[in-house]
């Protein structure tokens, strides 16, 4: 009668193989989780802003030739964002609490936005 069984040896090579492969994979994997997550957060930041944007472009008499910024609540308030869904930092899981700084370029006659962590002076 033959015996059928893997030996010792075999289990081994195979345990060896599958911990080079984890080796090699784990760190691409973990590495396109935060490519994700950067982009995510892009992404957001880009909703966020283009929200100010059409918030200034319907309220451009209220902005002042030099800067101020738009806080994400108060977008959500005058309905230029989803008030029912927060708006979340992928990288940390948690929700974003910043601003869109309206700066006016004299030279060009246009605002420029940009999203920041902190707020200043408040467009509203």
Known sequence: MK?????????????????ILATIAVPTIV???DNSKED???????TVTDAAERWGTDNWRKLPETSCDIDIEFLKKEGYLESSKDVIDPTT????????RVSYDKDNN???YSYEKTCSVKCN
């Open 110 to 112: 246009q605002y420029n």
């Open 3 to 19: 015996n059928k069984a893997f030996t010792l040896i075999e289990l081994l090579a195979v345990i060896v193989i599958l911990g």
């Open 93 to 100: 899981g948690e929700t974003m609490t910043g601003c869109v």
């Open 40 to 46: 995510s957060l892009e992404s957001q930041i880009k």
């Open 31 to 33: 590495g396109l989780i």
